[in-house]
């Protein structure tokens, strides 16, 4: 049973540029939610999205948006990257929306 | 708004002997509330959560934490730690029925032998 999983691992940008961010559920779940965690400090929740629609929204720029597809998985896009957007940017899926998250290993980026 | 207050930023402690991580919350709602584990390259694992019932929790790998409403805590124990319990931990709230996770800073726990 696969958990959950994204791609890609890692990624390094340039300032400016938009990026594209994939992320596939644990099997059986239905909603996805996307944090962003910069370097020593703990995950902030960027958006959740639940039936392809984005169910809750954090305190995130509308540079940061997402999307989900019938098979449940989903995307995060940043454009017009910043320095500050460098992170650990990681996926969590869940059966609802008020359940037990499950994470996956999160994709790096850097932007420089 | 909810907000996790994680008291230490870093726990050593030798191999064996008891650990205690601190969590206050703050919320004016009533809250659902969690522990993960991030061990290094890796996302996040839940550790356990209280929802509603007893305020003793029990989790995996031998963790327990105690929902203290009045104190607003939510502290995680393990009676002996091993070395595989080199981690980061995360304690984190949601508010019942919300679906968005706040988490504290994190306390990066060191199991030396």
């Known amino acids: 049973d696969a958990g959950v999983t994204q791609s890609p691992t890692h990624l390094i940008k340039t300032r400016g540029q938009q990026v594209t961010l994939r992320c596939s559920p644990k099997?059986?779940?239905?909603?996805v939610s996307w944090y962003q965690q910069a370097l020593g400090q703990g995950p902030q929740f960027i958006f959740q999205y639940y039936e392809e629609e984005e169910r809750q929204r954090g305190n995130f720029p509308d540079r940061f948006s997402g999307h989900q597809f019938p098979n449940y998985s989903s995307e995060l896009n940043v454009n017009a990257l910043l320095l500050g957007d460098s992170a650990l940017y990681l996926c969590?899926?869940?059966?609802?929306?008020?359940?037990?998250?499950?994470f996956g290993n999160g994709t790096r980026l850097t932007v420089t | 708004a909810q907000s996790v207050t994680q008291l230490d930023s870093q726990v050593p402690v030798f191999e064996e002997a008891p650990v205690e991580l601190r969590c206050n919350y703050s919320s004016s709602v009533s809250v659902y509330l969690f522990w993960y584990v991030q061990y290094p390259n890796q996302g996040l694992q839940l550790l356990l959560k209280?929802?509603?019932?007893?305020?003793l929790v029990k989790g995996i790998n031998g963790f327990e934490a105690e929902f203290n409403k009045s104190q607003t805590s939510f502290h995680l124990r393990k009676p002996s730690v091993h070395i595989s319990d080199t981690a980061e931990y995360f304690c984190?709230?949601?508010?019942?029925?919300?679906?968005?996770?706040?988490f504290g800073k994190g306390t990066t726990l060191s199991v030396s032998s």
């Open positions: 984190a709230v949601s508010e019942v029925g919300g679906t968005a996770l706040i």
């Open positions: 209280y929802l509603s019932g007893s305020t």
């Open positions: 969590a899926s869940s059966l609802g929306y008020n359940s037990p998250l499950h």
């Open positions: 099997s059986g779940h239905d909603t």
